[in-house]
C-alpha cells in the first residue's frame, strides 16, 4: 500500500471522528436541556431559571468530560460498520458514567441549594444513550439496507421446503446474512397447521403441491430441501416435483446435522441422483464386521479404486493392526494414502505399488506381511476398453486373481473376499467372463486349501470410476448433449460406501466358497437417470441440453441379471445379502483350459473368446439386441409376479 493510500484512509478517519465528536457535542447539549424543558412538558416559560442556571454554568465543563469518558470507552475508534454487543454495552456504560458525572456537577454549581428536578437525571442519560445509539449504530443500518438492497437485485430467488427447526436455523441465516446472495420468496410444508404463518418474515404458502405454482409465481431460481429427518422415501417423492421446475436444488443431508448443532448454508449440498432412488440407506451389522476386522492384517488390491478406496476407509475406521493398500496405480494410491493418515493418524498403514500380474511381487508382499484377510478389488472393469483388449482383460482379471489367491493360500491368509460383478452373470462381454471366471477359482480353491475363499458380487456403484454418472455431469457441464446407448437399456444402482459396508458384511458371514450376491433394489433406467441429471442442474431435458442415442458399444447389454438360475438363493441374516449355491467345475478340464487360456493371452491370440466360451459356457458374446429386449421383457413380468405373489 503507498503512502498516498495511507493517508487518504488517515483523513477519512479522521474527518468521521469529528463528525462524531460535534454530533456528541450537539447530543450533550440537546439532552442536557431537553431533558428538563420534558419536566414541564415542553412549555419553556415554565422553566425556573435557578433549574436553568446550573445547567449553563456546567455545559462546557460537562461536554469536556463526556468527551473524555467517550475516547476512553472507544466510543471513536471502533469499527461501527461492524458494531455489535460489545460496542453497544460500551456505549450504555460511557452514557451512564456521563450521566453520574453530570449529577454530581450539577450539585456543585446549583443555585441557592435549589437543585434540578430528580427526573432530569434519569432524562439525561436516556436522551444521551439514545442520541449517541442513532449516531454509531444509523450507519450500520443504513449500510446493511443498502447492501440488501443489492443483495435483492442481484440475489437469487430461493423457495425452501420445510417449516421445522433446520428450516428456521437455514432462513434465519440466509435472511440475516450480509454476504449470501439468496432472497427467499416463500416457504413449503405439508403441514397445514403451519400455512399463513411466518418463519422470520418469510411466509409458509402451502404443501408440496404448491411447489410448481410457486415456483412460477415467484420465478423461484432455486429450491432447498431442509426436512434432514424426512424418511428417504418421501425426500425422493418431493424431489420428483422439484425436477419438473428446473431450479437448481440443494439439500441438507441429515437429520445428525440437526442434532449436532452443524446446520447452516455452508452444509446444504447439491442434490444428487442418489437422492432420487427413493431407497432408505443400507444398514449393517457394525458388531460383526469390528469382530473380524479388529486385530487383523488386512490388504486391499486395487486399493487405489473406487471401490478399493471406500474399502480402506471403512476397514481403517475398523480398528486393523494393519492396512495394506497395495496398487499399480501410483496417484491413486498416494491420494488415499493422505487422506487416511489424516483421518485416522494412528492407523498402522502400508502402501505399496505393484501388479496382482507380477507373480514375484505379489509372493513377496504376501510372504513379508501375511495379510490375514484379503479384499481382492484389483481389475478391469471398463466393458467397452476390455472388448477392445480382451486379453488384456484375461491377463490382470483371471490370472492377477489367480496369483492372488494363490498368495493368500500358500501363506496362511484367513478370509480371501474377490470384488465380482452382476455382468458375470450370462456374460455378453469379455469383461463380465472373466469375472466368472475368477469366480470359479475362487471357489474351486476354497477345497483345496485352509483360507476361506468368497465371491461378492454387485451391480453399478453411483459415482465410481466406471459408472455413467461422471460421464453425463461432464456432458451437462460441456452444454450436452448427454449420450445414452439404448432407451430401454437398465441398470442396478447402488452407492459405493453402500456397496463397500455390504461387502465388509458379506466377509464376516463368509464360510468359504460362497457367492454373495447383494440385493441392488429395482433396477433403473439408465435414460431416466440422464433426464434427472439435466433436470437437477437446472436445464430443461431436450430444449437446453439434448440427449442422443448411439447404440449398444461392444458387449454391452440392456439388463444385468444378479443371479444365474441354477444357483439358487440362500438368505443370511441380512436382507440385503443373498448366496448363491455354489456350482460344480469339472476341476481337471478348468485347469487344463486356463493353462490354454494362459498362453491365449500371453501370446495376443485373437482367438480368446473362443477359449472362454469353453470355460463359461453362459458366454454369449454375439447376442443380438432383440434377444436382449425379450429376456428383458421375461424379466420384468418375473418381476412383477413376485410382487403379487408377496401381496398373497
Known amino acids: 500500500m503507498s503512502k498516498d493510500n495511507i493517508k487518504k484512509i488517515n483523513y477519512t478517519k479522521l474527518y468521521r471522528q469529528i463528525v462524531l465528536i460535534v454530533y456528541d457535542v450537539a447530543s450533550i447539549i440537546i439532552a442536557s436541556y431537553l431533558a428538563v424543558v420534558m419536566r414541564f412538558e415542553f412549555h419553556i416559560s415554565d422553566v425556573p431559571e435557578h433549574f436553568m442556571t446550573p445547567i449553563d454554568d456546567f455545559l462546557p465543563f460537562n461536554i469536556i468530560l463526556t468527551l473524555i469518558i467517550f475516547t476512553l470507552f472507544k466510543l471513536y475508534s471502533s469499527l461501527w460498520a461492524f458494531a455489535g454487543e460489545t460496542e453497544l454495552q460500551n456505549l450504555v456504560v460511557a452514557c451512564v458514567i456521563s450521566g453520574i458525572v453530570d449529577a454530581v456537577g450539577l450539585q456543585m454549581f446549583k443555585v441557592e441549594k435549589q437543585p434540578v428536578p430528580q427526573s432530569y437525571y434519569f432524562m439525561y442519560t436516556f436522551l444521551l444513550i439514545s442520541l449517541i445509539f442513532v449516531s454509531r449504530f444509523s450507519y450500520r443500518f443504513f449500510r446493511s439496507q443498502k447492501h440488501k438492497q443489492r443483495k435483492r437485485e442481484d440475489a437469487s430467488s430461493v423457495m425452501v421446503i420445510g417449516a421445522g427447526e433446520a428450516a428456521n436455523v437455514l432462513v434465519k441465516e440466509m435472511v440475516n446474512s450480509m454476504y449470501l446472495t439468496m432472497n427467499i420468496k416463500c416457504i413449503i410444508d405439508d403441514d397445514p397447521n403451519k400455512w399463513g404463518r411466518y418463519i422470520q418474515g418469510i411466509r409458509v404458502v402451502g404443501g408440496r403441491d404448491k411447489i410448481k405454482e410457486c415456483a412460477d409465481l415467484f420465478e423461484v431460481d432455486q429450491i432447498i430441501l431442509a426436512i434432514p429427518s424426512a424418511p428417504r422415501k418421501e425426500i425422493s417423492k418431493i424431489l420428483e416435483i422439484c425436477k419438473e421446475t428446473n431450479c437448481q436444488m440443494k439439500i441438507l443431508p441429515g437429520v445428525y446435522q440437526l442434532v449436532s448443532g452443524e446446520v447452516s448454508v455452508s452444509r446444504l449440498h447439491n442434490v444428487e441422483i442418489e437422492d432420487l432412488l427413493g431407497r432408505d440407506p443400507v444398514s449393517v451389522d457394525i458388531d460383526s464386521i469390528l469382530g473380524y476386522v479388529r486385530g487383523k492384517v488386512v490388504m486391499v488390491t486395487g486399493g487405489g479404486g473406487s471401490i478399493g478406496s ?133 471357489q474351486t480353491f476354497n477345497r483345496h486349501f485352509e483360507t476361506e475363499f468368497v465371491a461378492v458380487r454387485f451391480g453399478n456403484v453411483l459415482g465410481s470410476n466406471g459408472s455413467v454418472i461422471p460421464l453425463f455431469k461432464k456432458q451437462i457441464a460441456a452444454g450436452g448433449p448427454v449420450t445414452v446407448t439404448d432407451p430401454n437399456i437398465i441398470r442396478y444402482f447402488m452407492t459405493i460406501p453402500e456397496a463397500v459396508s455390504l461387502v465388509l458384511q458379506a466377509g464376516a458371514y463368509a464360510k468359504g466358497g460362497e457367492i454373495f450376491v447383494l440385493d441392488m433394489g429395482e433396477p433403473v433406467r439408465i435414460l431416466d437417470l440422464a433426464e434427472n441429471l439435466i433436470k437437477l442442474s437446472g436445464y430443461k431435458v431436450g430444449e437446453d441440453i439434448k440427449i442422443e442415442f448411439t447404440g449398444l458399444r461392444p458387449g454391452e447389454k440392456l439388463y444385468e441379471e444378479m443371479l444365474m438360475d441354477e444357483e439358487g438363493l440362500q438368505d443370511t441374516k441380512n436382507k440385503m445379502i443373498h448366496i448363491g449355491k455354489p456350482l460344480e467345475v469339472d476341476e481337471d478340464r478348468f485347469f487344463k483350459e486356463l493353462e490354454m487360456l494362459n498362453e491365449a493371452s500371453r501370446g495376443e491370440s485373437d482367438h480368446i473368446r473362443d477359449i472362454v466360451r469353453r470355460i463359461v459356457k453362459t458366454y454369449h458374446p454375439n447376442i443380438n439386441d432383440a434377444e436382449q429386449k425379450t429376456a428383458e421383457h421375461v424379466m420384468e413380468l418375473r418381476r412383477v409376479a413376485e410382487r403379487i405373489n408377496s401381496t398373497d
Open 310 to 442: 471406500e474399502l480402506c476407509r471403512q476397514i481403517a475406521g475398523h480398528q486393523p493392526k494393519q492396512l495394506i493398500i497395495f496398487d499399480i496405480y501410483e496417484n491413486n494410491a498416494y491420494d488415499i494414502q493422505q487422506e487416511l493418515k489424516t483421518k485416522y493418524p494412528d492407523l498402522n498403514l502400508e502402501v505399496l505399488i505393484g501388479s496382482v500380474r507380477n507373480t514375484r511381487r505379489i509372493n513377496w508382499v504376501f510372504e513379508n506381511y501375511k495379510p490375514q484377510i484379503v479384499y481382492h478389488a484389483a481389475a478391469h472393469k471398463h466393458v467397452p476398453l476390455m472388448e477392445d483388449s480382451p486379453n488384456e482383460a484375461i491377463k490382470n482379471n483371471v490370472f492377477g486373481t489367480w496369483k492372488t489367491a494363490m498368495a493368500a493360500a500358500m501363506n496362511g491368509t484367513e478370509k480371501f473376499v474377490m470384488i465380482s460383478t452382476d455382468k458375470a452373470v450370462n456374460p455378453t462381454n469379455i469383461m463380465g467372463a472373466s469375472k466368472r471366471i475368477c469366480e470359479m477359482i475362487v
